[in-house]
């Protein structure tokens, strides 16, 4: 049941919630759920609920839901696929049900095992319990992050919702930025867990759960992805096992009672995806994005693989508006958001979101399978790291002495920064690739005011925490590891959750079964990188399924023709925005340096799209949230407000 969840529980005071309180902040959050509604409140606890109905659409399955004596609720947002195996065995526990839901077995399973019932779920989730007898919230996240949750402690005790946005409905919240945050967002294009852009706001990370009980707030994680134990296949055996494995993972999220279809790229991983669904389910609807450009279309390739499977197929061509798009995003995204693929992404989950209810995608055979182009290309960098160490410091320091110009494109120029990574700590280097802002741009263009105000976060530091934290023994596993607990569930699933939620449309990821993600961390890198390929052994298996111009071509991944939108579509709003005068009031940046970057991208002499984006969004994000404390039904109504872009 893809739903948008709030609630608060005042545990320092004691005092009463306020029903009208909770309503307000389920309003706010409304898209998320616009199939109904619900409320409980208990003394100083209450739940909201907003509700997509997926699964069970009778009355018997609204929320907040309780058990028989009415001691435990909960507010629930996702999927529980293997819920039918865990009913079974409840019934066998002598447990009677009253629905078809996932959310009434999540309950009693939370009845039955405590806190140690996640250990158990297979699926994607956010949810909050209120346990009246033991005064107690338990509240928990996914494996993976698919779905979000937020809390702020105040001094009455806690709330939590779906969207940060929420919180505006409590006049005692006042919204103001946190810098820290704001930094890392310019560094990496996202706002990481346990941040968040709103100061006094945590984001619960993935894969954690938070008791508040006897007066006080416990996080902890409950599980994370090893790479240490590997299984010794042959590449027939591994391609026949990941099929197989990845064949049940779209089973279990075929389980629907609404219309369900899949994105489709014309990519090997939503390729393969569709594949299985028309194995198993029949016809498919598919639906597809694409752009004017040519060398940014996958149209053709999104093409070859419906005509295969005779799917029902729909096309769309992006061709946005930036003063009807941007604000929207910025809404949503309730966060500075800087992946532009969310243009796209918001789009074809809006034209999706017209004839089904649920859809597949592919996310995570990157990052299951070491696809991006960075687990490829640091493969010299690698070779460069075995020579002896006499000549890694001799190349070092010579590096370190060339003048490097700031986004020269001269072959000198070019040539002393490959030499300045190369000769980096591989963490460094592997974190420069993801990074936005990087760290000279960044100190450049960043006043000292700001960066004091964020406390001088190193950019490395976040990333150099996720390598120390991993198992991995070899450093194909480690990257993939760190991009597992940093980019896919901070960036890329967060664009997708928003963007999928704006229009009422759940998105199920078969990849991110964190059954099948522990089979992939099992098998050997040298199955996923090879020979200079990416995702190897998930091309070897899908062989049989797809034409192989769709599984051997370049990858592109979600790109869209930001460069070019920033010389038109977008130039001039860009400019109004960031040269208004407002920015600069900000104190975060050197204006002369915005300035620079709008000139030299619009003259062709320099591409600064991705940082230039970066600055807009955050710009938009404080006008909307921050710089007037909008009424709650002033927001509620923009929001609501959706057409088509």
């Known amino acids: 049941m893809m739903c948008g969840i709030a609630g608060r529980v005042n545990f320092k005071s ?19 759920g616009p199939d109904g509604d619900g409320l409980r409140v208990d003394g100083f606890a209450g739940l909201g609920h907003r509700r997509l109905a997926i699964i069970d659409l009778s009355p018997a399955g609204q929320q907040p839901m309780t058990t028989g004596s009415g001691d435990v609720w909960i507010t629930f947002n996702g999927e529980i696929y293997n819920f039918l195996e865990l009913r079974r065995d409840l019934e066998s526990r002598g447990y009677r049900f009253r629905s078809r839901t996932d959310t009434e ?12 019932c996640l250990s158990r779920l297979r699926g994607m989730f956010a949810f909050a319990i209120w346990d009246s007898a033991r005064r107690r919230l338990f509240a928990a996240r996914d494996r993976l992050g698919k779905k979000p ?21 409590d006049p005692g919240f006042a919204p103001s930025a946190n810098a820290e945050a704001l930094l890392e967002y310019l560094t990496y294009q996202y706002v990481p867990s346990p941040l968040s852009a709103f100061e006094g706001v945590s984001k619960l990370p993935p894969a954690h759960y938070l008791l508040v009980e006897n007066g006080q707030i416990v ?63 029949g016809r498919v609807k598919t ?24 799917t029902e197929h729909c096309e769309m061509v992006v061709r946005p508006d930036a003063t009807e798009l941007i604000p929207k995003l910025v809404w949503h995204y309730n966060e500075p958001y800087a992946d532009a693929s969310a243009i796209p992404t918001y789009c074809v989950s809006q034209m999706t979101r017209q004839q089904v209810t649920v859809a597949l995608n592919g996310d995570a055979g990157d990052e299951n399978f070491g696809g991006y182009r960075r687990y490829l290309t640091d493969g010299a960098s690698r070779r460069f ?25 001269s072959m000198g120029n070019r040539a002393a920064r490959w030499l300045q990574r190369v000769s980096e700590d591989p963490r460094r280097r592997y974190g420069r690739r993801l990074m936005h802002f990087e760290p000279e741009v960044r100190a450049a263009v960043c006043t000292p005011g700001f960066l004091e105000a964020a406390r001088g976060r190193s950019a490395f530091a976040a990333l150099l925490d996720a390598y120390d934290a991993s198992d991995a023994i070899d450093e194909v596993d480690a990257m993939l590891d760190v991009d597992v607990n940093r980019y896919l569930p901070e960036c890329l699933l967060v664009k997708v959750d928003i963007a999928s939620m704006a229009h009422g449309l759940e998105a199920r990821s078969p990849m991110l079964d964190h059954v099948f993600m522990e089979f992939a961390a099992s098998l050997p890198s040298t199955m996923k990188v090879r020979n200079g390929v990416g995702k190897y052994i998930l091309k070897q298996a899908a062989e049989r399924f797809l034409p192989l111009e769709n599984i051997y071509r370049e990858k592109r991944g979600f790109s869209i023709p930001l460069a070019r939108w920033f010389t038109r579509e977008f130039g001039d709003f860009a400019s109004d925005v960031l040269l208004d005068g407002r920015l600069q009031r900000r104190g975060y940046f050197h204006m002369e340096m915005v300035e620079r970057m709008l000139v030299e991208h619009r003259m062709g002499l320099n591409r600064w799209q991705k940082e230039l984006w970066s600055l807009l969004m955050l710009e938009m994000w404080h006008r909307r949230f921050i710089d007037e404390r909008p009424m709650s039904e002033k927001l509620a109504g923009a929001g609501s407000q959706e057409s088509m872009s």
């Open 149 to 169: 949750l937020h809390y702020l402690v105040d001094r009455d005790g806690v709330a939590f919702a779906s969207e940060p946005k929420a919180f505006l409905a």
């Open 385 to 409: 790291d075995r020579l002896p160490l006499g000549i890694r410091g001799g190349v070092a320091a010579v590096a370190r002495s060339l003048p490097v110009g700031w986004r020269s494109r």
């Open 105 to 116: 077995v999540l309950l009693t399973m939370y009845l039955e095992f405590g806190v140690e």
């Open 219 to 281: 996080v902890n994680r409950y599980w994370k992805l090893s790479y240490r134990e590997k299984l010794r296949l042959t590449d027939e055996e591994a391609c026949e096992a990941l099929i197989e494995q990845l064949r049940e993972a779209v089973r279990l999220r075929l389980i629907s009672d609404v219309p369900l279809g899949a994105f489709l790229s014309g990519g090997v991983d939503s390729s393969i995806v569709v594949a299985l669904m028309a194995e198993l389910s």
């Open 287 to 310: 639906f597809s994005i694409g752009f004017d450009e040519s060398d940014f279309d996958e149209l053709p390739y999104a093409r070859l693989v419906a005509d295969r499977y005779g």
């Open 14 to 32: 004691q005092a009463p919630v306020d029903p009208e309180l909770v309503h307000r902040m389920c309003d706010l959050i409304a898209h998320r």
